[in-house]
Nanobody, 130 residues
Framework: QVQLVESGGGLVQAGGSLNLSCATA????????MGWFRQAPGKEREFVSA????????????SVKGRFTISRDRAESPIHHKLWLRMTSLKPDDTAVYYC???????????????????WGQGTQVTVSS
């Protein structure tokens, strides 16, 4: 069984920073993309950022571009993954449960679609106070 385990969430004031991390455990898998999504109360899950495993190309939603940075541990093997999300200049609108996700394969331009991801973490709460 594949497991993704997130950590690093918490409470921060607006303008502050947080670092989220995600590590895979259990059955290994070869990833095409690793990504971060978030879900605020009463809203649908939305794309935050993704990184393509073969060349580390990165992608961001417009709402976080310039403030968040996704990265991964390139020393890890292709079948074990460690992922980070550096979040700066946080805003109250960033408050959500943040999920790490892994995708084995799919059309390359669909990295932002949650339903194309195969594996999900349990989520970590990020709360930004005003």
């Amino acid at each position: 069984q594949v497991q993704l385990v997130e950590s690093g969430g918490g409470l921060v004031q607006a303008g502050g920073s947080l670092n989220l991390s995600c590590a895979t455990a259990g059955r290994p898998f070869s990833a095409q993309y690793m990504g971060w999504f978030r879900q605020a109360p009463g809203k649908e899950r939305e794309f935050v950022s993704a990184i393509r495993a073969n060349d580390d190309a990165t992608y961001y939603s417009d709402s976080v571009k310039g403030r968040f940075t996704i990265s991964r541990d390139r020393a890890e093997s292709p079948i074990h993954h460690k992922l980070w999300l550096r979040m700066t200049s946080l805003k109250p609108d960033d408050t959500a449960v943040y999920y790490c996700a892994g995708r084995r394969f799919g059309f390359i331009n669909t990295y932002y679609q949650a339903d194309t991801y195969d594996y999900w973490g349990q989520g970590t709460q990020v709360t930004v106070s005003s």
